[in-house]
């Protein structure tokens, strides 16, 4: 055990955490793995075969359950800290002030989303507040003023408070797209596609990215209907997801059920969106996930960050490989269509509630 309180990592780790007593499902397995080999972080650099090993690794584990935990990404650590230093001390500021960067509109996804008021008769909304931004650098590709530019085009809103939020959020930010563009060339080449196939549907992307922040929860939480983010797929390519600590809330359904996704300090959570499920004709399915309130993340709280690969809004998503049997059959789709309809949904509690 290590002072996570879970176990040590290893190369296969498997946690049951099943209620339903049935244990005649198979066993899910998600993968941690060292993308040193591939990524050039270890100090042997990056050969061709410890490439080829390292996709071939990290598409077994997405096949199996779509997700994977990866180290030797090469992230510095202490730009996690960082940004998770900066995102804290903005979410501690009053409500008020933090609303000042609040949803300029419904469908703008820009800046900052209060925890919801659950005082009603809701059906749970997602138990976080959240401050997102998108691309760092105009693109000028759809008039400005046009129902297009407003989803996938509007400018980033930066908080005054903290004044070092802004740097250090676009330094993560371009980490994050580094190694989300050699993760796809990886995926790529794990599912035998050209290694460079995905670079012309990320050349003018709208990657998101999302600072959480579960905050504590009064009273018992056992039993509550209201999860912390209720299940769901993500709806971009790879979602890169940092945890600072797990007091045991992500989970994922594979096999039947859910399982605990497993948490190693300094690791990143990669994980298959629906816009990946659709090209690759769901050989990497995009799998449900939750966040429940375990009990001691009920009295701490818990942060995530989130980077959600979201291709060019025009881009065709069909599928480059055979359809699996058994899948859907994954009619065409165009990129930003699909994940702003579902955006609408996941961060619009009234929309949600009429999904
Ligand atoms: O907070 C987490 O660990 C997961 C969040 C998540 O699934 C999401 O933002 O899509
Ligand atoms: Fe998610």
Not at 200 to 227: I, T
Request: proline share 9%.
């Amino acid at each position: 055990m290590d002072d996570s309180g879970l176990p040590a990592p290893s190369a296969i780790f498997i946690e049951d955490r099943s209620t339903d007593g049935d244990t005649s499902a198979g066993v899910a397995t998600v993968t941690v793995l060292d993308v040193a080999a591939a990524i050039g972080t270890g100090s042997a650099g990056v050969s061709a075969a410890g490439e080829a090993a390292v996709a071939e690794r990290l598409v077994a584990s997405f096949r199996h359950t779509g997700f994977a935990v990866i180290t030797g990404h090469g992230v510095d650590l202490g730009l996690f800290e960082r940004f998770c230093a900066e995102s804290a001390a903005f979410f501690a500021l009053p409500l008020a002030e933090k609303l000042e960067v609040g949803f300029p509109a419904p469908e703008v996804i820009r800046g900052y989303e209060p925890v919801p008021d659950d005082s009603g008769p809701v059906r749970a909304p997602n138990m976080m507040e959240s401050l997102l931004i998108n691309q760092l650098e105009p693109v000028d590709d759809y008039p400005d003023g046009s129902a297009q530019a407003r989803l996938w085009r509007w400018p980033n809103l930066w908080p005054s408070r903290p004044a070092s939020l802004r740097g250090v959020w676009e330094d993560y930010y371009r980490a994050m797209t580094a190694l989300g563009d050699r993760l796809l060339e990886l995926v790529a080449l794990g599912v035998g596609l050209p290694k460079d196939w995905f670079a012309d549907k990320f050349d003018r992307h709208f990657n998101n990215l999302a600072a959480n922040h579960y905050p504590p929860r009064a009273g018992s939480v056992s039993g509550s209907p209201m999860l912390r983010n209720r299940p769901h797929t993500d709806h971009g390519a790879l979602t890169l997801l940092y945890r600072p600590s797990e007091p045991g809330g992500l989970e994922v359904f594979a096999e039947g059920r859910w399982w605990q996704v497993p948490f190693v300090p300094g690791s990143l959570v990669i994980n298959i969106g629906d816009m990946l499920e659709r090209w690759t004709g769901g050989l990497l399915p995009a799998t449900p996930h939750r966040v429940v309130n375990s009990a001691d993340g009920a009295a701490t709280g818990r942060s995530s960050v989130a980077y959600f690969q979201q291709p060019n809004p025009d881009a065709l998503v069909a599928p480059a490989l055979p359809v699996v049997a058994g899948r859907p059959d994954y009619s065409p789709v165009i990129a930003g269509e699909h994940i702003s309809r579902k955006e609408l949904g996941y961060h619009t509690v009234s929309a949600a509630l009429d999904a």
